[in-house]
């Protein structure tokens, strides 16, 4: 089904028929989706939220917190996990991220969720990957990921390839479930 979503079989997007073991949630809104990882979060359920590489991935601030980069519709905020190893202003180091419970706070990307997995997956499928007749299409302007931005070192045809490949890994954490939004409508 996410090989169906994100366009990597040859074909296109299917409804989610439903498994007894997973579920699948649309959340209308960041806060939706996080409202229900939090949920899950105090139910006891591990919970993460990942997103694609979209948004700048700042150094922490002057006074150790991290800065809150992953903006959506100026209503929702929360940074990148840690860029290091270190712990920063409360956050756990980006190797502890998706299993330190001070991690919940923060967003991951691929390459901090690549290799682990939680109970509940909450996935922002950014800008870079948007629905257009009845596909997904990437749209590299809206990448910010530096190994993916190089025209000459990554073809058009390649970032589409990776993008797909990213969220493929993101939509593949939950254990029990995940929680889509999407930033296109």
Request: one cysteine or more.
């Amino acid at each position: 089904w996410v090989l169906q979503l994100v366009g990597l079989d040859g074909g296109g997007p299917q409804p989610w028929k439903g498994d007894d073991r997973f579920e699948v949630l649309v959340a209308d809104s960041p806060m939706e989706m996080e409202a229900i990882l939090r949920l899950k979060h105090e139910e006891g359920f591990s919970a993460r939220m990942a997103a694609g590489f979209c948004w700048s991935w700042s150094d922490p601030r002057d006074d150790g917190t991290l800065v809150p980069d992953v903006r959506i519709d100026q209503v929702w905020a929360r940074p990148w996990n840690a860029k290091s190893e270190r712990a920063v202003g409360g956050a756990p180091g980006r190797s502890f991220w998706a299993t330190d419970p001070a991690g919940f706070d923060q967003v991951g990307c691929v390459y901090t969720a690549q290799g682990f997995e939680y109970d509940w997956s909450g996935v922002i499928i950014g800008p870079d990957l948007v629905a257009r007749d009845g596909k997904m299409v990437s749209v590299r302007e809206a990448n910010r990921d530096p190994a993916f931005r190089n025209r000459n070192a990554v073809s058009d045809h390649e970032f589409d390839v990776l993008v797909r490949q990213v969220y493929k890994v993101l939509l593949t954490r939950g254990m029990r479930g995940t929680v889509l939004y999407a930033t296109d409508k």
